[in-house]
């Protein structure tokens, strides 16, 4: 991962689909009222004899290497590219298994696996990657460790730049000069990140809301903990997590199943054995609401609400649920103009420019968050109004209408998931991370027709708790100070 922070309220690195709650990425039309017919698409001759939409998935193949390393592979001829995705369950919720208070370790491990290795220094790796022109990356979230290559599928390119991707993960340098020099700009990133409210409201809501959990640490690491990270740390982590009974390998591209099986031996065989990550525990959710509040001098309150959320669902059933969700979620939260608290705290109250919630599923239980910034003198009123649409949701429930503009919305912008190898690749790695089965994608379309109202309501009174909500809000007055709230 680069030493630059990721700011905001949420970074979430997730395929757009149903399942995973990320509709907000889709763009529609504003202020379109889902219950009045649109009068200019009765004109529109053109959709009169359009049929049903017909998706055709990828093709997965699996196979397992020699290591054991389960591989899925898609070809791909349109473009002589090859894309590799190798995920490691072996992000920073393993950080403090390497050192008590080591946050921060795997984060630099990914960093410096692209700053030289035992047979090439810095400076020789960047002009031999350059020279390829290839995409070398790794970095390093909370539950996934993932290295990944963009190459052209020529042997000219695509071998050297294997060789490059295989001495990273296999010989990495760690050199202690770069790693003084990574430490300090980190260090500056995270003093800087002080003056932002967004990080400070979601670096609190995860402590407050994981407690003790692997996932309750910044993944970058802290001001208290990065100082401390030393060589051994990373070598450590390295022979710990980065091994074959740890790993799960995605390709897509202009590969042969011949060709792309020996890539992925090349790829794997000098990857020692290993062991397979120990299961994380699962989170415990919060049995009350919560209200933090973060003084910041500032114009504006940010905020951030919600909730544990769920596990990636793996069974045929919970995922049928968590697309029940998705599609009730985008009604209520998702980030367009006709979702209900775009529509009441923007449109009809003005208090935000935008305010939108997603789930984050993982291989433990993540998080539910909301969040908006708003006038200091109108954080406790936006809160409030927030809340009464949540429950009015849950308690009335979403429409027929709601629903189908939902669903119709996620079918059709199904395929562009797959538009691309990188897509493709991408949806393959972390389907495979999470030991999918192609039913997940082969049964998309299947899930998203089989939703029922009645369900969809359902799943969502189940799901989310509003008067147990964890609130942060980050801002010049605390709204929840009786001298400062205002109806």
């Known amino acids: 991962m680069a030493i630059g922070l990721t700011t905001g309220l949420t970074a979430l690195i997730v395929p757009a689909y149903a399942d995973a709650d990320m509709t907000e990425n889709r763009t529609s039309a504003a ?61 920073s919720a393993r950080d403090g298994d390497i050192r008590a208070d080591g946050f921060g370790i795997a984060n630099m491990t990914a960093t410096m696996l692209t700053q030289g290795t035992k047979r090439l220094d810095e400076d020789d790796f960047t002009r031999a990657i350059e020279t390829l022109g290839v995409n070398l990356n790794s970095s390093a979230y909370k539950d996934m460790f993932i290295v990944s290559l963009r190459s052209l599928s020529d042997d000219e390119h695509l071998l050297p730049a294997v060789d490059l991707m295989t001495q990273m993960l296999t010989e990495p340098n760690f050199d202690t000069q770069i790693l003084a020099r990574n430490k300090a700009r980190l260090l500056v990133g995270l003093q800087q990140q002080k003056q932002d409210p967004g990080s400070l409201a979601s ?38 997590y980065l091994v074959a009974a740890n790993a799960s390998l995605a390709m897509t591209g202009n590969l042969t199943l011949t060709q792309a099986k020996k890539l992925a031996e090349d790829l794997t065989a000098d990857l020692a054995t290993g062991k397979a990550a120990a299961v994380l525990p699962e989170p415990k959710a919060l049995t009350k609401a919560q209200h933090i509040h973060i003084p910041f001098p500032s114009t504006q309150t940010t905020v951030l609400m919600g909730q544990l959320g769920e596990k990636r669902a793996t069974d045929p059933k919970a995922q049928q649920q968590q697309t029940n969700f998705a599609v009730g979620n985008d009604v209520l939260a998702g980030g367009d103009f006709n979702a209900r608290l775009m529509t009441e705290i923007r449109q009809n109250l003005g ?7 997603s789930m984050n599923p993982m291989l433990a239980r993540g998080p539910y968050q909301i969040g908006f910034a708003t006038r200091n003198d109108k954080a ?21 209408a709601e629903m189908q503009l939902t669903t119709d919305n996620l079918k059709n912008s199904f395929p562009m998931g797959f538009a691309s190898n990188a ?6 790695g972390m389907m495979n991370f999470y030991q999918l089965p192609d039913d997940y994608l082969t049964d998309y379309m299947s899930r998203i027709e089989k939703v029922e109202l009645a369900s969809v309501n359902q799943t969502m009174r189940d799901t989310l708790q509003p008067n147990k909500f964890l609130i942060v809000t980050v801002g010049q007055d605390n709204p929840w100070d009786s001298k400062t709230a205002k109806p």
């Open 351 to 357: 208090y935000t420019y935008g305010i939108s919630g």
């Open 423 to 428: 897509g493709i690749n991408g949806l393959l």
């Open 31 to 91: 202020g379109i009222d889902a219950n009045a017919p649109i009068v200019a698409l009765s004109k529109l001759r053109s959709l009169d004899n359009v049929k049903p939409l017909q998706v055709t998935v990828p093709n997965i193949q699996h196979f397992r290497t020699k290591s054991g390393v389960p591989v899925s592979f898609v070809r791909a001829e349109a473009l002589p590219i090859v894309d590799i995705d190798l995920r490691f369950n072996a992000g």
């Open 203 to 240: 670096l609190a809501f995860s402590k407050a809301l994981y407690g003790t959990h692997p996932y309750a640490h910044p993944s970058s690491g802290t001001l208290e903990t990065v100082p401390s990270i030393q060589q051994k740390d990373l070598t450590n982590f390295q022979k710990r």
């Open 380 to 400: 406790r009123s936006a809160i409030d109004a927030s809340i009464a649409v949540i429950d009015n949701t849950l308690d009335e429930g979403i429409t027929s």
